[in-house]
């Protein structure tokens, strides 16, 4: 099982807790892949039930996310379609937490300090 860093495991934990577990976040790119470097930033996928204003709300998520560099990719439920661009940001992911049941990954991790 992969284990995060502390910060990183908080800034999901607020995520999660912010949509009251009704929110599928994934974890794409270099991090997922095992790809990454120390300075390697977190791209995460958020899919949310919906959302009023696409700009407001990736605000409201990266504060939630302060500290950690995270680059975040947010679809409203009825967005999310794995094909085009979005299969292949997914070609090599982890689903973190899926609350809204869409199993985009084939692997899943808990997310705790290491």
């Known amino acids: 099982?992969?284990?995060?860093?502390?910060?990183?495991?908080?800034?999901?934990?607020?995520?999660?807790?912010?949509?009251e577990g009704k929110v599928t976040v994934i974890l794409f790119g270099s991090r997922a892949a095992g790809r990454h470097s120390a300075?390697?930033?977190?791209?995460?996928?958020?899919?949310v039930p919906s959302y009023?204003?696409?700009?407001?709300?990736?605000?409201?998520i990266r504060r939630l996310c302060r500290g950690v560099p995270v680059d975040i990719v947010l679809f409203a439920k009825d967005e999310f379609v794995l094909?085009?661009?979005?299969?292949k940001m997914?070609?090599?992911?982890?689903?973190?937490?899926?609350?809204?049941?869409l199993s985009p990954c084939q692997q899943a991790v808990a997310v705790s300090p290491q």
């Open 83 to 87: 094909d085009g661009i979005v299969a």
């Open 52 to 60: 009023a204003d696409y700009f407001d709300e990736v605000a409201q």
């Open 39 to 47: 300075s390697s930033d977190y791209d995460i996928m958020v899919v």
């Open 90 to 101: 997914l070609e090599s992911c982890v689903t973190i937490h899926d609350g809204l049941s």
């Open 1 to 19: 099982m992969r284990r995060y860093p502390e910060e990183f495991a908080r800034c999901v934990s607020s995520i999660i807790q912010r949509y």
